[in-house]
C-alpha cells in the first residue's frame, strides 16, 4: 500500500470519526434544548422577563443547527475526496500486482448446458446393480452434487467428486447433467446366492 492510499485511508477514519462524534454530541444534546425550550415558553407565559432569554436560546440552538450542518457538510465533502484518492490509488495498486496464473486443466471446449436423456438400464430389473463412478474427467463443477436428490455427491468445488454408493439411489440425475460425461455407469455382480441344503 502506498503511503498516499495510508494517508488517505487515515484521513476517511478521522474524518467518519468526526462525523460520528458529531452526531453523538448533537443527539445527546437536541433532548436537553427541546426541554429548555419547552420550559422557557411556558415559564415566559406568566413572566415577560423570561422572553428575551427565551429569544436568546432559540438563536443559540439555530446557530448551533446551522453550524453543525455547515461543518457536517465539509466534513462529508472531504471524506469524499479522501475516498476518491483512496479508491483511485488502491486500483492503481491492485492492477500492479501480478496474480498467480490458475492450474492449467486438460478441458474439453465448452458446450451448451442441457439434460442427457435416462439411461435404458433404469428399466431393467437389475436397477439394484447400478453403480455410479465418477472419472478423471471430472472438473468439479458441483453440479451433480446440486442435483443429487439424496446427497450422495459430497460438494467439493474444482475437486474429482466422489459417489457414495450407501445413500445412492440409481436416479440417474448426476450422470444426466454432467456436461464432462464424467459420470459412468457400472454394473456391479449380483451377491452369490448361499445354498442352504446339504
Not at 494517508?7 to 474524518?15: E, V
Not at 406568566?46 to 443547527?65: F, G, N, V
Not at 466534513?75 to 495498486?93: H, K, P, T
Amino acid at each position: 500500500m502506498s503511503t498516499l492510499t495510508r494517508a488517505a485511508a487515515a484521513t476517511i477514519a478521522a474524518l467518519v470519526a468526526i462525523l460520528l462524534v458529531d452526531y453523538a454530541v448533537a443527539t445527546r444534546r437536541a433532548p436537553r434544548d427541546d426541554k429548555l425550550i419547552a420550559d422557557l415558553q411556558r415559564q415566559s407565559q406568566t413572566d415577560a422577563a423570561l422572553a428575551s432569554r427565551l429569544d436568546s436560546e432559540q438563536k443559540r440552538i439555530t446557530a448551533a443547527h446551522l453550524s453543525r450542518r455547515s461543518r457536517d457538510r465539509a466534513v462529508s465533502g472531504m471524506l469524499i475526496a479522501a475516498a476518491a484518492v483512496f479508491i483511485l490509488f488502491s486500483g492503481r495498486l491492485v492492477g500492479r500486482m501480478s496474480l498467480p496464473a490458475a492450474p492449467a486443466r486438460n478441458r474439453k471446449p465448452a458446450r451448451p448446458r442441457f439434460l442427457k436423456p435416462p439411461a435404458a438400464v433404469l428399466k431393467s430389473p437389475n436397477r439394484t446393480l447400478i453403480r455410479y463412478r465418477i472419472t478423471d474427467d471430472c472438473i468439479g463443477c458441483t453440479v451433480c452434487a446440486q442435483v443429487c436428490p439424496k446427497g450422495a455427491i459430497r460438494f467439493r468445488p474444482y475437486e474429482k467428486h466422489r459417489v457414495d454408493h450407501e445413500l445412492c439411489t440409481p436416479c440417474d440425475m448426476c450422470r444426466r447433467v454432467c456436461q464432462e460425461d464424467a459420470v459412468e455407469i457400472v454394473m456391479t455382480a449380483p451377491a452369490p446366492v448361499m445354498d442352504s441344503g446339504a
